[in-house]
């Protein structure tokens, strides 16, 4: 892949610190937008749905997700003062590992007041996290190459199913692998309607097995599309030089969605009626309820950034130390803190955005403020913003297989530094934490016998991978830094 030194005019300054000109940072900080737009808009459709919101509500969080997404993204990669922003080429959006939580309360409180329990949530999980961000970065010894690559390389398989699902369809709801049979929902619904008053109320949950195949599950249309994408991508990255190879994915995905829209499989509907501009303002569903569980549910959810930090600190040869660290902590918990105000959700590292770095090469900083920017424009332009979402996942996906694989194998080249000869323990920590780690993405229900409190905990497969790499290495190789191994594993990510 491209380097970004062949973008560079100088060597002085940090790969990180460069700054481009501006038609090349427009181009890539729309390539990460584009990255980031699916997962953005996908936790306000689901949440809003949970609630039981208008469209118009839900459209209204979306536009407030995206506003948010680029103010939190500016403060995280920009820097302000010297409290807060890592500043590193960091994309911010809503983390996925509190969707469950936030479902729960929706579920059990929906409409507005159901809004006001998950926004009071947010907003007390932002205060207490900017509060202990400093406690959290005194781990960093903690993870030393062998946690760090373990981490890393369980993010990029379980983002792999993200891409996957993508290309053929999301496993759950519409393009679901198996429907209920048409035939048999018409006799039920026909039954119901004749009985009347003599059929006893359906019971809670009542619903009819899915067991026919999903047309639209797996469509080859879709799969082909997909498929164009990426090798589209291949094609620009081998044979394109320069700044062409380092817009690579944003290339293959503009192809992909040519082609879509030249076969009709794209919707402009919504481009149509949203409006041209709209103001996001805060409290909309009301002020905030304070509920101590909920808050503390939602703060526990929202330690997954360290790993992703140090994974940036790896692929752009940047540092990533406590004081580093604390600021990016603490930015995630004021991003959070301006989500809840704002009608939001929590915010920390997108970690579809970590993969796109190591697929391009380029790590300069500015190229996300750039992507920041234009995801505040298009929280306040809905028509700019229904025009991207209109993208098929498809056409993603294809470019999703790149990225997160990057992820993945940025974490094996971490790894190829760890000393796995003379340090026999070494191995045992690696094999059994993404062991851990897959739980969750191979067997989802396992928890169905558990507390639900615990739920929240325990269904992300990087932290449960991160939690075991932690205590395992702590009990075969105590807590001692390795300065030398840490630089070793550095220079074997850096590697492209």
Known sequence: MANSASISPSRATHPVDEKLPT???????LQHVLVMYAGAVAVPLIVGRALKLSPEQVAMLISADLFCCGIVTLIQSLGATQWFGIRLPVMMGVTFASVAPMVAMANNTPGAVGA?????????AGVISMLIAPLVSRMLRFFPPVVTGTIIAVIGISLMRIGINWIFGNPFGPTA??????????????????????????????????????PKYADLTGFGIASLVLVSILLIAKLAKGFVANISVLLGIVIGGVVAAAMGLMNFDKVGKAAWVDVVLPFQFGLPVFDPILILTMTLVMIESTGMFLALGEMTDRKVDRAALTRGLRT?????????IFNTFPYTSFSQNVGLVAVTGVRSRFVCVAGGIILIVLGVLPKMAALIESLPTFVLGGAGLVMFGMVAAT????????????????????????????????????KQWMPHNLHPLIESGILLASVSAVLLNLFFNGAKADDEAVKRAAAQADTH
Do not use: C, Y
């Open 116 to 124: 006001q329990l998950i926004f009071g949530a947010i907003i007390g």
């Open 177 to 214: 692998p198996s429907i209920v049979n048409p035939e048999h929902a018409k006799w039920l619904a026909d039954a119901t309607a004749a009985a009347g008053a003599a059929l006893p109320a359906a019971p809670k949950g009542l619903a009819l097995v899915a067991t026919v195949p999903n």
């Open 23 to 29: 038609g090349k940072l427009a181009a890539l900080g």
């Open 332 to 340: 995630d918990g004021l991003g959070t803190l301006i989500g809840g």
């Open 411 to 446: 974490g094996i080249r971490i790894l190829g530094g760890v000393d796995f000869k003379n340090n026999r323990f070494n191995a045992l920590v690696v094999a059994i934490s993404i062991g851990i780690g897959m739980i969750p993405l191979i067997a989802p229900n396992f």
